[in-house]
Protein backbone atom coordinates (compact mmCIF):
# COMPACT_ATOMS: atom_id res chain seq x y z
CA UNK A 1 0.00 0.00 0.00
CA UNK A 2 1.13 3.34 -0.65
CA UNK A 3 1.94 6.13 1.88
CA UNK A 4 -0.53 8.76 1.59
CA UNK A 5 -0.77 11.59 3.75
CA UNK A 6 -4.39 11.65 4.08
CA UNK A 7 -6.27 12.52 5.54
CA UNK A 8 -4.71 16.15 6.88
CA UNK A 9 -8.21 17.34 8.72
CA UNK A 10 -10.55 14.99 11.29
CA UNK A 11 -13.51 15.36 8.46
CA UNK A 12 -13.80 16.80 4.98
CA UNK A 13 -15.65 19.64 6.17
CA UNK A 14 -12.86 20.97 8.00
CA UNK A 15 -10.65 19.94 4.63
CA UNK A 16 -12.53 21.96 2.79
CA UNK A 17 -12.50 25.35 5.49
CA UNK A 18 -8.62 25.10 5.73
CA UNK A 19 -8.32 25.23 1.89
CA UNK A 20 -10.91 27.85 2.06
CA UNK A 21 -8.60 29.64 4.54
CA UNK A 22 -4.94 28.82 2.77
CA UNK A 23 -6.51 30.49 -0.72
CA UNK A 24 -7.62 33.39 0.71
CA UNK A 25 -3.98 34.55 1.74
CA UNK A 26 -3.17 34.89 -1.58
CA UNK A 27 -4.81 37.99 -3.51
CA UNK A 28 -4.21 36.95 -7.30
CA UNK A 29 -4.91 34.31 -8.98
CA UNK A 30 -0.95 34.01 -10.37
CA UNK A 31 0.05 33.14 -6.77
CA UNK A 32 -2.96 31.12 -6.02
CA UNK A 33 -1.82 28.84 -9.54
CA UNK A 34 1.38 28.79 -7.86
CA UNK A 35 0.13 27.48 -4.94
CA UNK A 36 -1.54 24.41 -6.62
CA UNK A 37 1.55 23.77 -8.43
CA UNK A 38 3.28 23.61 -4.94
CA UNK A 39 0.33 21.93 -3.59
CA UNK A 40 0.48 18.75 -6.48
CA UNK A 41 4.48 18.58 -5.80
CA UNK A 42 3.49 17.21 -2.05
CA UNK A 43 1.54 14.12 -3.72
CA UNK A 44 2.79 10.69 -2.31
CA UNK A 45 4.92 8.83 -4.83
CA UNK A 46 2.60 7.03 -7.36
CA UNK A 47 4.33 3.60 -8.61
CA UNK A 48 5.21 3.09 -12.31
CA UNK A 49 3.14 -0.29 -12.36
CA UNK A 50 0.14 1.55 -11.18
CA UNK A 51 0.68 3.86 -14.24
CA UNK A 52 -1.74 1.71 -16.34
CA UNK A 53 -4.67 2.30 -18.94
CA UNK A 54 -7.20 0.72 -16.56
CA UNK A 55 -5.67 3.45 -13.56
CA UNK A 56 -6.36 6.38 -16.25
CA UNK A 57 -8.76 8.92 -15.76
CA UNK A 58 -10.63 10.00 -18.97
CA UNK A 59 -12.04 13.17 -19.47
CA UNK A 60 -9.06 15.06 -18.79
CA UNK A 61 -7.02 16.61 -21.53
CA UNK A 62 -3.88 15.85 -19.23
CA UNK A 63 -2.71 12.17 -17.94
CA UNK A 64 -4.41 11.54 -14.91
CA UNK A 65 -3.77 7.90 -13.33
CA UNK A 66 -5.76 7.28 -10.12
CA UNK A 67 -6.19 4.10 -7.47
CA UNK A 68 -9.21 3.68 -4.81
CA UNK A 69 -8.78 1.46 -2.30
CA UNK A 70 -10.81 0.19 0.98
CA UNK A 71 -13.89 -0.25 1.67
CA UNK A 72 -17.19 1.51 2.78
CA UNK A 73 -15.29 2.21 6.16
CA UNK A 74 -12.60 4.17 4.78
CA UNK A 75 -12.15 4.69 0.98
CA UNK A 76 -7.98 5.92 -0.08
CA UNK A 77 -7.08 7.29 -3.27
CA UNK A 78 -4.15 7.92 -4.66
CA UNK A 79 -3.36 9.86 -8.19
CA UNK A 80 -1.00 11.70 -10.33
CA UNK A 81 -1.12 14.19 -13.07
CA UNK A 82 1.67 14.54 -15.70
CA UNK A 83 0.44 18.14 -15.38
CA UNK A 84 1.74 20.45 -12.40
CA UNK A 85 -1.63 22.51 -12.28
CA UNK A 86 -4.03 19.30 -12.26
CA UNK A 87 -1.14 17.87 -9.74
CA UNK A 88 -2.77 20.38 -7.68
CA UNK A 89 -6.14 19.82 -8.23
CA UNK A 90 -5.92 16.29 -7.23
CA UNK A 91 -4.54 17.19 -3.80
CA UNK A 92 -7.44 19.30 -3.30
CA UNK A 93 -9.75 16.20 -3.90
CA UNK A 94 -7.85 14.05 -1.91
CA UNK A 95 -7.14 16.31 0.69
CA UNK A 96 -11.21 16.62 0.99
CA UNK A 97 -11.85 13.04 0.49
CA UNK A 98 -9.19 10.76 0.82
CA UNK A 99 -8.90 8.36 3.69
CA UNK A 100 -12.93 9.03 4.49
CA UNK A 101 -15.80 6.73 4.61
CA UNK A 102 -17.94 6.54 1.59
CA UNK A 103 -20.60 8.03 3.62
CA UNK A 104 -19.24 11.08 4.42
CA UNK A 105 -17.73 11.53 0.96
CA UNK A 106 -21.01 10.82 -0.65
CA UNK A 107 -22.48 13.41 1.89
CA UNK A 108 -19.76 16.18 1.08
CA UNK A 109 -20.07 18.30 -1.96
CA UNK A 110 -17.26 19.58 -3.16
CA UNK A 111 -17.70 23.57 -2.16
CA UNK A 112 -14.48 23.98 -1.76
CA UNK A 113 -14.38 24.88 -5.81
CA UNK A 114 -16.53 27.78 -5.51
CA UNK A 115 -15.15 28.92 -2.02
CA UNK A 116 -11.90 29.50 -3.40
CA UNK A 117 -12.87 31.00 -6.70
CA UNK A 118 -11.82 27.83 -8.44
CA UNK A 119 -14.66 26.78 -11.49
CA UNK A 120 -13.86 30.72 -12.56
CA UNK A 121 -10.07 30.07 -12.96
CA UNK A 122 -10.04 26.87 -14.41
CA UNK A 123 -9.56 26.28 -18.31
CA UNK A 124 -12.67 24.51 -19.79
CA UNK A 125 -10.12 21.01 -20.27
CA UNK A 126 -9.25 21.33 -16.89
CA UNK A 127 -12.78 21.90 -15.40
CA UNK A 128 -13.94 18.85 -17.48
CA UNK A 129 -11.05 16.80 -15.44
CA UNK A 130 -11.74 18.34 -12.18
CA UNK A 131 -15.41 16.90 -12.66
CA UNK A 132 -14.22 13.43 -14.05
CA UNK A 133 -12.09 12.99 -10.96
CA UNK A 134 -14.71 13.93 -8.33
CA UNK A 135 -17.35 11.47 -9.97
CA UNK A 136 -14.52 8.44 -9.99
CA UNK A 137 -14.49 9.12 -6.63
CA UNK A 138 -18.24 9.54 -5.64
CA UNK A 139 -18.45 6.16 -7.49
CA UNK A 140 -16.36 4.35 -5.72
CA UNK A 141 -17.95 5.79 -2.84
CA UNK A 142 -21.35 4.56 -4.01
CA UNK A 143 -19.84 1.15 -4.88
CA UNK A 144 -18.27 0.75 -1.60
CA UNK A 145 -21.55 1.29 0.27
CA UNK A 146 -23.94 -1.17 -1.73
CA UNK A 147 -20.69 -3.97 -0.53
Known amino acids: MNMTPFPLEATAAEA ?15 ERYQYLIDLGRKLPEFPETWKTEANRL ?3 QSLV ?3 AEGDASRLQFHSISDSAIVSGLIYLA ?7 SAAEIL ?6 IA ?33
Open 115 to 147: SIGLAKHLSPTRSNGLASLLTFIRDNARTAQQG
Open 58 to 60: HGC
Open 65 to 67: WIV
Open 94 to 100: LRVYSGR
Open 16 to 30: QAAIADEFGFFSDWS
Open 107 to 112: ATEPDY
